[in-house]
Each structure stands twice: as structure tokens, then as C-alpha cells.
């Protein structure tokens, strides 16, 4: 079981380390001043797709709880991290987007009814503050458009992953086709905006294609596949928590291929926030106390039962001693309440 959790994580890890990337390809891949536009040529071409690959539509209420998972997950989402990401220096957005763990586990209180734990508090604040370190540079005047669209879509996506496990899955429907239903919601949403806001590309280049052609395949399509494969097995608050990643892949993509240089202080913050990842994976556990004993009191229909024949049944000790559930403690264990690119 444990080892099976383990495997699945690691395996929906990939998402974020994969989304680290999105900031190095939107600044050397894809031309510039176009976020709606490459938000919507991220999603809607993968969601199509997949849609034309498995053949299935919603039915019933999953019409309308489709349409809202694409709109927070992928629509608002794609286009406010855009909006920050070229607004924004040095990665203050993957700093705006780290506190979506907390904002997860806030969220979590009201619709799953799951209070999150000391661990994951502490967890959420240590992982923000190695995202911090980083990549938060000093900035003297950080664009307010910016800042709000960093912290609007990390909003966005906490609720998302919150509602997709207060939803669940469609019974009978494949990860492939509910990742395709966002997709191409959110793809759908996007790209009248992007045509009325930003209109056609007045020329592509073959860097920009290949662009396009990553951030729409192995960026989205293979990402949130595995994301979404994900959040229907994993706890929302430990799902949130392996966002962190996603800021770690960038820096380490920036000093491996764009050869930005890591400072010491850099490196700890690194590590802290790998730290706070490995700590949002963590199952708290609660002290077992026994549960209190109570003599039961015999009912009217026992008492009348007296007169019947003498049946031989053993003590009440004799099956306290040997009945298997003798002895059991109740104990309440706080369920784990379940931040993309």
C-alpha cells in the first residue's frame, strides 16, 4: 500500500518539475506581450485531443462541474500565470504560487471538512520560504497587475484541486477523458479572449512553433494527465505540496541550461523547500486512547426472556477475554486535506 503511494506520488511529481519549465520556454521560446494567446494554444489543442481520442462526453451535473474545473484548473489559471510570468522578474511569480499548499489547506476546512494539521502549517511555511529564497530577487516596484494575477491564480488552482476531490471522477470515465474535459473548457474559455485581446500572431518563427508544440504536448497533455491521475488518490493538502516543485525545476533548469548562477542562500532555499515537500507528504498521526467501557442495561425484551429454558452461554468475562473485539481502542486519525503551473 505504502509502496503503491510512493510510486504514485513520484509519478504525479513529474507535473510540476515538468511546469518549472514553462517560465524558461515562455522567456526564450514564444514571442512576446501574448498570454492569453499562449495560454489558450497550451490547452485547447491538447484538450481536443484527448477529447477525439477517448470519445467521451459529460452527462448530467458533470456538464456544469466540467465547465467549472476547466475555468479555475485551466482557463483562469493558464492565463493569470501568463499575465505574471511576463509581468513579473526574477520568479516572483513561482513565490506568488508557492502559498497555494496553504491556501489548499485553508479551503479544505469549509468544503471537505478537513482541518489541517500542525504539520501541515509548519510544512506550508517552510516550503514557501525556501521558494523564497530561491528565486524572490529585490524589486523595487513589483508590477501590482502582476502581483495580483500571481496570487489570483494560485486562488484559482487551490480551488480547483479542491473541488475536483470534493467532485471526484465521473464513475466509468478515464483520467484521459477528465483531463480532456479540462482541457478543452479552459481552451475554450481562452482563446475568444485571446483573439479579442491580442488578436492572430503576426508571424511564428520556428523556435516559436516548437514552443507552442512542448508547452501543448509534454507540458500539458502529459502533465496534467499524470496531475490529474493524481488528485483522484492522493489527499488534496499532499497534492498541493508537490506545486513546490515547480519553482525548485524552474531555478535548476535556469542554472543548468541558461546558466544562471546559485548563490549559497539559494541552495538552502532549495532544499528547504524540498524539505516542506517531503514534510506535506506526511500523514499526521494521533494518540490512541482507549475508549470508555459501559455496563449495558438489559432491555425489557431480555427481561422477558427470564423464564425461558437456561441456555448455556458462557460469562461476560469469559467472552470479554476471548472475543477478538475486547480490548479495541476508538481512535480519530485527522485525514490529510488532498499549487501547476
Known amino acids: 500500500m505504502q509502496a503503491s503511494r510512493t510510486r504514485l506520488t513520484l509519478a504525479t511529481a513529474i507535473a510540476p518539475l515538468t511546469w518549472g519549465s514553462t517560465y524558461a520556454v515562455t522567456t526564450q521560446w514564444l514571442p512576446r506581450g501574448q498570454p ?22 459529460p452527462r448530467g451535473v458533470w456538464w456544469w462541474r466540467a465547465a467549472v474545473l476547466g475555468t479555475l484548473s485551466i482557463g483562469a489559471f493558464f492565463a493569470l500565470l501568463f ?7 526574477g520568479g516572483m511569480a513561482a513565490v506568488l504560487g508557492a502559498i497555494q499548499p496553504l491556501l489548499v489547506a485553508s479551503l479544505s476546512v469549509p468544503l471537505l471538512a478537513q482541518r489541517p494539521s500542525r504539520l501541515t502549517l509548519a510544512a506550508g511555511l517552510v516550503g514557501v520560504g525556501g521558494v523564497a529564497l530561491v528565486v524572490l530577487q529585490a524589486v523595487s516596484r513589483p508590477d501590482p497587475l502582476g502581483v495580483a494575477a500571481g496570487l489570483a491564480g494560485a486562488a484559482a488552482m487551490a480551488m480547483g484541486i479542491v473541488l475536483d476531490k470534493r467532485w471526484g471522477r465521473p464513475e466509468g470515465v478515464s483520467v484521459l477523458a477528465f483531463t480532456g474535459w479540462q482541457l478543452t473548457f479552459g481552451g475554450l474559455l481562452l482563446a475568444p479572449a485571446a483573439l479579442l485581446a491580442e488578436g492572430l500572431p503576426r508571424h511564428l518563427s520556428a523556435t516559436n512553433v516548437g514552443g507552442y508544440v512542448y508547452l501543448a504536448g509534454i507540458n500539458t497533455l502529459l502533465a496534467y494527465w499524470l496531475w490529474f491521475r493524481g488528485t483522484s488518490r492522493l489527499p488534496s493538502t499532499a497534492l498541493s505540496f508537490l506545486s513546490l516543485l515547480s519553482p525548485v525545476g524552474a531555478a535548476l533548469i535556469g542554472w543548468a541550461a541558461l546558466s544562471q548562477d546559485l548563490s549559497p542562500l539559494q541552495v538552502v532555499g532549495l532544499l528547504l523547500a524540498l524539505a516542506g515537500t517531503v514534510l506535506g507528504q506526511l500523514r ?3 494518540s490512541r486512547t482507549p475508549a470508555p467501557t459501559t455496563a449495558a442495561e438489559p432491555s425489557p425484551a431480555a427481561s422477558a426472556t427470564t423464564s425461558a429454558p437456561p441456555v448455556s452461554t458462557p460469562p461476560v468475562s469469559a467472552l470479554n477475554r476471548s472475543s477478538p473485539a475486547a480490548g479495541l481502542s476508538v481512535a480519530r486519525l485527522p485525514a490529510a486535506a488532498d499549487c501547476v503551473p
Request: glycine share 4%; no cysteine; aromatic share 4%.
Open 284 to 286: 499526521p498521526t494521533a
Open 36 to 57: 492569453l494567446s499562449t495560454a489558450a494554444v497550451r490547452a485547447l489543442p491538447a484538450g481536443l485531443l484527448l477529447a477525439a481520442v477517448t470519445r467521451t462526453l
Open 83 to 89: 499575465v505574471a510570468a511576463y509581468r513579473l522578474p
